[in-house]
């Protein structure tokens, strides 16, 4: 599949989510509610306590990703995250790696184009030394030329080898297409030459200006009370500056309606097509959710799977969904195909998108992806941990109520066949960014 502008930390619930550790799964704690609370240094959290077993499950991020760095420095973001996991201010690599093993922690820093994530686990009986060493982590950074070095071979590396793949160099062309000069169109991860420019400074600047409180989110769930968690907060977050400084980013301007094309010397063709995307915040957010679903979701046989591989052998998949950025949203549709069917898998499939316009679904249809969305969410986002503790990272970072888990059960129950209909017409009637990537592959 080709790549979304966005490294593949980046997830928000169904839309974006940090990389977090701890999947214990806790079905009792999927029925309570997240709680909203301040600690005693002013800093706002959601968490849940569950005492059921004695772990603490903690993520959290900043909004200060990919997007806001210098595009000299591209990057920056996701080398700040890997560099200050290596060493602090008092602990060497050796030492903090020992250290780590130690008390029990397990902690990982990101980075993707909007946030800068974090998680942690630890159990109870060792809470008190596992979160003391995250808040070292966080406020004592060593950001060291050393460590730099190493972790930056390995960036490098990892671009050399993306560079062989020809789904890296679409998807390039593909954020350039689309985004033109916004940050969206830079590669998250940066490139050989702007990591090369890269020292220690420009890591303390990124540092300074975008881990800020009023760009914090956080979500704490396990066996730890409100006064316990608030504890932590401040120790690990309460130093952090109260401001962030880093540059303002303005939405993105899409352009959609390109034809673009790579040639490759590859077995099949791949097929990319992109439509403007719907906000969260958009009455339409939800029938879009479900017609989406429909014509090409994962879970269960879409429309798409039904009609383009298993009835017409035009398709090793169809897949699809809703991509809410921060600054864009759009909505993907990939497929991959014999080189010599690609131009009728392509006719089929803006054919079915055509029908599903003019004609719309069956209640049955709407029923059926009703039902696996809301099933899917409840065991992907609320049951383990780690789904909790991202959930609620996600859902603050969404500006959703405290109550979603609930409301959202109830907006998807709230589609009809006529509404799936009417959202189809409007994705529909714009014409697409379309693109190939194969064994000559046109425009």
Known sequence: MIAFPMTKSARLATLLAPVLLGTLTLPA???????????????????VEDQTFPIISMAFAFKAGATHEPADKAGVAGLTAAV????????????LAAK????????????????????????????????????????????????LDRVRRIAIENIRSNAEDPSYRASLLWNAAIYGDHPYARPAIGTEQTLTAI???DLRAFYKAGLSRDALKIGIIGAVTEAEA????????????????????????????????????????SLRITYPGIAIEDPDYYPAQVLVEMLAGGGISSILNTEVREKRGLSYGVGGGLANFRYSNLITFDTSTE???????????????????????????????????????????????????????????????????????????????????????RIFSATPTVLTIGPEATE
């Open 100 to 147: 780590v093993e130690e008390v029990g922690l397990e902690l990982q820093l990101s980075a993707d184009q909007d946030y800068f994530w974090g998680s942690a686990r630890t159990t109870s009986d060792h809470a008190d030394e596992a979160f003391d060493l995250m808040a070292e982590v966080l406020n004592e950074p060593r950001f060291a030329q050393v460590d």
């Open 230 to 269: 608030g504890a932590i907060i401040d120790k690990a977050f309460g130093s952090l500056p109260e401001k962030s400084t880093l540059p303002t980013v303005e939405a993105a301007e899409l352009n959609i309606g390109e034809t673009l094309a790579v040639t490759y010397p590859l077995p099949q063709t």
């Open 84 to 95: 200050m996991t290596e060493a602090t201010a008092q602990l060497d690599p050796n030492q």
């Open 339 to 425: 080189p010599q069917k690609a131009v009728e898998a392509h006719t089929l499939i803006n054919d079915i998108f055509k029908q599903i316009a003019e004609e719309g679904p069956t209640q049955e249809q709407v029923d059926l992806y009703k039902r696996y969305l809301v099933g899917s969410y409840a065991i992907n986002n609320l049951g383990s941990t780690g789904g909790l503790v991202g959930t609620m990272v996600s859902n603050q970072l969404l500006n959703l109520p405290l109550d979603y888990v609930d409301t959202r059960t109830e907006l998807i129950e709230a589609v009809t066949p006529e509404r799936v209909q009417a959202v189809a017409k």
């Open 199 to 201: 020292a220690p400074n």
């Open 29 to 47: 704690v999927a029925e309570s509610k997240f709680k909203q609370f301040t600690t005693p240094g002013g800093i706002s959290a959601w968490m």
